[in-house]
Protein backbone atom coordinates (compact mmCIF):
# COMPACT_ATOMS: atom_id res chain seq x y z
CA UNK A 1 0.00 0.00 0.00
CA UNK A 2 0.99 3.45 -0.73
CA UNK A 3 1.49 6.36 1.38
CA UNK A 4 2.04 10.18 0.85
CA UNK A 5 4.66 11.19 3.57
CA UNK A 6 5.84 14.54 1.54
CA UNK A 7 4.74 16.82 -0.94
CA UNK A 8 6.22 19.81 -2.89
CA UNK A 9 4.09 21.41 -4.85
CA UNK A 10 4.15 24.79 -6.77
CA UNK A 11 0.83 26.45 -7.40
CA UNK A 12 -0.26 29.32 -9.44
CA UNK A 13 -0.17 32.29 -6.53
CA UNK A 14 2.17 30.33 -4.40
CA UNK A 15 3.45 32.98 -1.48
CA UNK A 16 4.42 30.41 0.96
CA UNK A 17 4.20 26.39 2.32
CA UNK A 18 4.47 25.48 5.67
CA UNK A 19 5.37 21.60 6.44
CA UNK A 20 3.75 20.75 10.06
CA UNK A 21 3.91 17.49 11.69
CA UNK A 22 1.45 15.39 9.71
CA UNK A 23 -0.11 18.50 7.29
CA UNK A 24 1.47 20.57 4.39
CA UNK A 25 -0.18 24.18 4.20
CA UNK A 26 0.62 25.99 1.39
CA UNK A 27 -0.38 29.72 1.30
CA UNK A 28 -1.81 31.42 -2.12
CA UNK A 29 -1.96 34.94 -2.72
CA UNK A 30 -2.31 35.55 1.31
CA UNK A 31 -6.11 34.62 0.99
CA UNK A 32 -6.17 30.79 0.64
CA UNK A 33 -4.71 27.76 2.28
CA UNK A 34 -4.47 24.46 0.34
CA UNK A 35 -3.61 22.22 3.46
CA UNK A 36 -2.57 18.90 2.19
CA UNK A 37 -3.29 16.01 4.88
CA UNK A 38 -0.30 14.07 4.53
CA UNK A 39 -0.25 10.13 5.63
CA UNK A 40 2.84 11.01 8.12
CA UNK A 41 1.76 10.71 11.48
CA UNK A 42 3.17 12.19 15.03
CA UNK A 43 3.18 11.34 18.44
CA UNK A 44 4.65 12.72 21.53
CA UNK A 45 5.38 15.45 19.59
CA UNK A 46 7.36 13.21 16.95
CA UNK A 47 6.92 12.36 13.45
CA UNK A 48 7.03 8.19 13.10
CA UNK A 49 9.64 7.01 10.30
CA UNK A 50 6.67 5.68 8.46
CA UNK A 51 3.71 6.60 6.85
CA UNK A 52 -0.33 5.43 7.61
CA UNK A 53 -1.83 4.44 3.99
CA UNK A 54 -4.98 6.09 3.59
CA UNK A 55 -4.52 8.41 7.06
CA UNK A 56 -4.35 11.75 5.26
CA UNK A 57 -7.57 10.61 3.58
CA UNK A 58 -9.10 9.64 6.47
CA UNK A 59 -8.35 12.49 8.19
CA UNK A 60 -9.49 15.09 5.98
CA UNK A 61 -12.78 13.27 4.82
CA UNK A 62 -13.96 13.36 8.74
CA UNK A 63 -12.95 16.80 9.40
CA UNK A 64 -14.70 18.02 6.15
CA UNK A 65 -17.99 16.07 7.34
CA UNK A 66 -17.40 18.15 10.97
CA UNK A 67 -17.02 21.16 9.55
CA UNK A 68 -20.05 21.13 7.28
CA UNK A 69 -21.83 19.50 10.36
CA UNK A 70 -20.90 22.63 12.72
CA UNK A 71 -21.24 25.47 10.46
CA UNK A 72 -24.41 26.60 12.34
CA UNK A 73 -22.59 27.01 15.63
CA UNK A 74 -19.50 29.14 14.32
CA UNK A 75 -18.16 29.58 10.93
CA UNK A 76 -14.95 28.08 9.82
CA UNK A 77 -12.38 28.57 7.74
CA UNK A 78 -13.74 25.82 4.92
CA UNK A 79 -14.50 26.57 0.85
CA UNK A 80 -13.84 22.96 -0.70
CA UNK A 81 -12.80 19.61 -0.84
CA UNK A 82 -10.90 19.07 -4.09
CA UNK A 83 -9.09 16.01 -3.16
CA UNK A 84 -9.96 13.36 -0.70
CA UNK A 85 -6.62 14.65 0.66
CA UNK A 86 -6.65 18.29 0.73
CA UNK A 87 -9.09 20.95 2.22
CA UNK A 88 -9.10 24.48 0.24
CA UNK A 89 -10.25 27.41 3.07
CA UNK A 90 -9.92 31.04 4.36
CA UNK A 91 -6.25 31.96 5.15
CA UNK A 92 -6.40 33.40 8.91
CA UNK A 93 -3.95 34.29 11.08
CA UNK A 94 -4.15 31.25 14.05
CA UNK A 95 -4.47 31.96 17.56
CA UNK A 96 -1.27 30.70 19.54
CA UNK A 97 -3.48 28.13 21.82
CA UNK A 98 -5.14 24.86 20.94
CA UNK A 99 -8.81 24.67 22.90
CA UNK A 100 -8.60 21.02 24.47
CA UNK A 101 -12.14 19.83 26.41
CA UNK A 102 -12.34 16.62 28.17
CA UNK A 103 -15.23 14.83 29.39
CA UNK A 104 -13.25 12.11 30.85
CA UNK A 105 -10.28 11.49 32.98
CA UNK A 106 -7.99 9.59 30.52
CA UNK A 107 -4.22 9.52 28.69
CA UNK A 108 -2.06 12.54 29.68
CA UNK A 109 -4.96 13.97 32.07
CA UNK A 110 -5.21 10.84 34.02
CA UNK A 111 -1.06 10.53 33.86
CA UNK A 112 -0.99 13.89 35.79
CA UNK A 113 -3.91 12.87 37.99
CA UNK A 114 -2.23 9.86 38.90
CA UNK A 115 0.58 11.35 39.67
CA UNK A 116 -0.81 13.42 42.14
CA UNK A 117 -1.95 16.59 40.12
CA UNK A 118 -4.98 18.20 40.85
CA UNK A 119 -5.32 21.38 39.30
CA UNK A 120 -5.21 21.06 35.21
CA UNK A 121 -4.66 24.80 33.19
CA UNK A 122 -6.08 26.86 36.37
CA UNK A 123 -9.23 24.02 36.64
CA UNK A 124 -9.76 22.43 40.15
CA UNK A 125 -9.72 18.28 39.91
CA UNK A 126 -12.08 16.59 42.02
CA UNK A 127 -10.73 14.04 44.50
CA UNK A 128 -11.16 10.27 44.31
CA UNK A 129 -11.57 9.77 40.66
CA UNK A 130 -10.88 7.00 38.95
CA UNK A 131 -8.99 6.39 35.60
CA UNK A 132 -11.39 7.19 32.49
CA UNK A 133 -14.49 8.30 35.36
CA UNK A 134 -16.86 11.25 33.73
CA UNK A 135 -15.81 14.83 35.14
CA UNK A 136 -18.82 16.49 36.19
CA UNK A 137 -18.95 18.06 33.35
CA UNK A 138 -16.41 18.93 30.36
CA UNK A 139 -13.60 21.35 31.41
CA UNK A 140 -11.20 23.72 29.02
CA UNK A 141 -7.78 22.82 29.18
CA UNK A 142 -5.16 24.91 26.61
CA UNK A 143 -2.11 24.76 25.60
CA UNK A 144 0.33 26.72 24.19
CA UNK A 145 0.90 25.94 20.24
CA UNK A 146 4.15 25.16 19.67
CA UNK A 147 6.24 25.29 16.37
CA UNK A 148 8.51 22.63 17.41
CA UNK A 149 9.07 20.95 21.00
CA UNK A 150 5.87 19.64 23.32
CA UNK A 151 2.89 22.23 23.74
CA UNK A 152 2.56 23.65 27.01
CA UNK A 153 -0.45 23.26 29.47
CA UNK A 154 -1.70 26.84 30.10
CA UNK A 155 -4.66 29.08 31.75
CA UNK A 156 -7.27 31.09 30.86
CA UNK A 157 -6.15 33.61 32.97
CA UNK A 158 -2.21 33.13 31.54
CA UNK A 159 -3.34 33.14 27.80
CA UNK A 160 -5.22 36.66 28.59
CA UNK A 161 -2.56 38.02 30.81
CA UNK A 162 0.13 37.46 28.23
CA UNK A 163 -1.89 39.14 25.48
CA UNK A 164 -2.08 35.99 23.55
CA UNK A 165 -5.81 36.12 23.03
CA UNK A 166 -7.55 39.43 23.94
CA UNK A 167 -10.58 38.51 27.16
CA UNK A 168 -12.98 39.45 24.50
CA UNK A 169 -11.78 36.80 21.53
CA UNK A 170 -11.03 34.27 24.49
CA UNK A 171 -14.54 34.46 25.55
CA UNK A 172 -16.37 33.81 21.80
CA UNK A 173 -13.40 30.83 21.35
CA UNK A 174 -14.48 29.23 24.64
CA UNK A 175 -17.99 29.27 23.82
CA UNK A 176 -17.94 27.72 20.97
CA UNK A 177 -15.54 24.90 21.99
CA UNK A 178 -18.47 23.60 24.66
CA UNK A 179 -20.92 24.22 21.73
CA UNK A 180 -18.97 22.37 18.84
CA UNK A 181 -18.19 19.63 21.65
CA UNK A 182 -21.45 19.08 22.50
CA UNK A 183 -22.27 18.45 18.91
CA UNK A 184 -19.54 16.18 18.91
CA UNK A 185 -20.42 14.40 21.25
CA UNK A 186 -24.32 13.92 19.78
CA UNK A 187 -23.00 12.89 16.28
CA UNK A 188 -20.48 9.91 18.06
CA UNK A 189 -23.21 9.14 20.32
CA UNK A 190 -25.71 8.18 17.35
CA UNK A 191 -22.76 6.02 16.35
CA UNK A 192 -22.44 4.00 19.69
CA UNK A 193 -19.52 6.11 20.41
CA UNK A 194 -18.50 8.50 23.13
CA UNK A 195 -16.47 11.87 22.53
CA UNK A 196 -13.94 11.86 25.01
CA UNK A 197 -11.80 14.91 24.30
CA UNK A 198 -10.82 17.17 21.25
CA UNK A 199 -8.86 19.64 20.16
CA UNK A 200 -9.77 22.73 18.35
CA UNK A 201 -7.87 26.21 17.17
CA UNK A 202 -9.39 29.01 15.71
CA UNK A 203 -7.92 31.89 13.54
CA UNK A 204 -8.90 35.66 12.73
CA UNK A 205 -9.28 37.12 9.10
CA UNK A 206 -10.06 40.65 9.63
CA UNK A 207 -12.24 40.88 12.54
CA UNK A 208 -14.10 37.68 12.21
CA UNK A 209 -13.45 34.66 14.30
CA UNK A 210 -12.79 31.09 12.34
CA UNK A 211 -12.89 27.96 13.08
CA UNK A 212 -9.44 26.10 11.74
CA UNK A 213 -8.19 23.30 11.10
CA UNK A 214 -9.20 19.59 11.47
CA UNK A 215 -12.16 18.83 13.63
CA UNK A 216 -13.44 15.44 15.81
CA UNK A 217 -10.98 13.49 13.88
CA UNK A 218 -8.64 10.41 15.58
CA UNK A 219 -5.36 12.60 15.49
CA UNK A 220 -7.46 15.71 17.31
CA UNK A 221 -9.53 13.89 19.08
CA UNK A 222 -10.21 10.56 21.24
CA UNK A 223 -13.56 8.28 21.60
CA UNK A 224 -14.46 5.69 23.34
CA UNK A 225 -16.79 2.90 22.31
CA UNK A 226 -20.03 3.06 24.41
CA UNK A 227 -20.90 -0.23 24.81
CA UNK A 228 -19.63 -1.81 27.35
CA UNK A 229 -18.26 1.96 28.71
CA UNK A 230 -19.85 1.43 32.28
CA UNK A 231 -18.76 -2.15 32.91
CA UNK A 232 -15.53 -1.27 32.15
CA UNK A 233 -14.88 1.67 34.19
CA UNK A 234 -16.49 -0.28 36.84
CA UNK A 235 -13.75 -3.12 36.87
CA UNK A 236 -11.06 -1.24 36.46
CA UNK A 237 -10.30 -2.35 32.91
CA UNK A 238 -9.70 -0.18 29.49
CA UNK A 239 -11.52 0.66 27.43
CA UNK A 240 -12.30 -0.30 23.83
CA UNK A 241 -11.03 2.86 21.90
CA UNK A 242 -10.17 4.24 18.77
CA UNK A 243 -8.27 7.49 18.64
CA UNK A 244 -4.73 7.93 18.09
CA UNK A 245 -3.58 7.02 21.92
CA UNK A 246 -3.33 2.70 20.18
CA UNK A 247 -0.23 4.12 18.90
CA UNK A 248 1.34 6.24 21.76
CA UNK A 249 0.42 3.35 24.14
CA UNK A 250 2.28 1.10 21.66
CA UNK A 251 5.11 3.27 21.54
CA UNK A 252 5.39 3.30 25.53
CA UNK A 253 5.29 -0.28 25.58
CA UNK A 254 8.25 -0.52 23.31
CA UNK A 255 10.09 2.28 25.84
CA UNK A 256 9.71 5.41 23.78
CA UNK A 257 7.86 8.67 25.10
CA UNK A 258 10.49 10.77 22.85
CA UNK A 259 12.60 11.50 26.13
CA UNK A 260 16.50 11.49 25.84
CA UNK A 261 18.16 8.28 25.30
CA UNK A 262 15.18 6.68 23.94
CA UNK A 263 15.04 5.19 20.14
CA UNK A 264 12.23 4.89 18.02
CA UNK A 265 11.00 1.21 17.42
CA UNK A 266 10.98 -0.09 13.99
CA UNK A 267 7.74 0.60 12.41
CA UNK A 268 7.31 -2.88 9.93
CA UNK A 269 4.48 -2.39 7.33
CA UNK A 270 2.33 -4.79 9.36
CA UNK A 271 2.06 -2.73 11.72
CA UNK A 272 1.86 0.17 9.23
CA UNK A 273 -1.49 -1.58 7.78
CA UNK A 274 -2.62 -2.73 11.01
CA UNK A 275 -2.88 1.54 12.06
CA UNK A 276 -4.39 2.04 8.80
CA UNK A 277 -7.09 0.18 9.62
CA UNK A 278 -7.88 1.43 12.75
CA UNK A 279 -8.52 4.65 10.97
CA UNK A 280 -10.51 3.46 8.59
CA UNK A 281 -12.68 1.69 11.92
CA UNK A 282 -12.91 5.07 12.83
CA UNK A 283 -14.14 6.82 10.33
CA UNK A 284 -16.42 4.16 9.44
CA UNK A 285 -18.28 4.44 12.91
CA UNK A 286 -18.28 8.28 13.47
CA UNK A 287 -19.70 8.54 9.84
CA UNK A 288 -21.92 5.43 9.24
CA UNK A 289 -20.87 5.39 5.73
CA UNK A 290 -18.27 3.03 4.26
CA UNK A 291 -14.89 4.16 3.94
CA UNK A 292 -14.10 4.43 -0.46
CA UNK A 293 -10.55 4.13 -0.45
CA UNK A 294 -9.00 6.93 -2.91
CA UNK A 295 -7.03 5.34 -6.24
CA UNK A 296 -3.77 4.12 -4.85
CA UNK A 297 -3.24 3.37 -8.63
CA UNK A 298 -0.31 6.06 -10.30
CA UNK A 299 1.12 8.91 -8.43
CA UNK A 300 -0.94 10.09 -5.04
CA UNK A 301 1.18 13.42 -5.11
CA UNK A 302 0.19 14.16 -9.28
CA UNK A 303 -4.04 13.25 -8.38
CA UNK A 304 -3.39 15.97 -5.64
CA UNK A 305 -1.90 18.50 -8.01
CA UNK A 306 -3.80 17.82 -10.72
CA UNK A 307 -7.20 18.29 -8.34
CA UNK A 308 -5.50 21.16 -6.46
CA UNK A 309 -4.63 23.20 -9.68
CA UNK A 310 -8.47 22.54 -11.77
CA UNK A 311 -10.02 23.81 -8.00
CA UNK A 312 -7.63 26.88 -8.16
CA UNK A 313 -8.02 27.55 -12.06
CA UNK A 314 -12.28 27.46 -11.39
CA UNK A 315 -12.07 30.47 -9.06
CA UNK A 316 -10.62 32.75 -11.76
Keep these: MKALTNTDFHFDGQKSVYHGKVRDVYNIDDDLIVMVATDRISAFDVVLPKGIPFKGQVLNQIAAKFLDSTNDICPNWKLATPDPMVTVGVKCEGFRVEMIIRSILTGSAWRAYKDGCRELCGVKLPEGMHENERFP ?180
Design 137 to 316: EPIVTPTTKADEGHDMNISREEIIAQGIVSAEDYAVIEDWTRKLFARGQEIAAKHGLILVDTKYEFGKKGDQIYLIDEIHTPDSSRYFYADGYEERLAKGEPQKQLSKEFVRQWLIEHNFMNEPGQTMPEITDVYAESVSDRYIELYEHITGEKFDKAAEAGDIAARIEKNVKDYLASRK
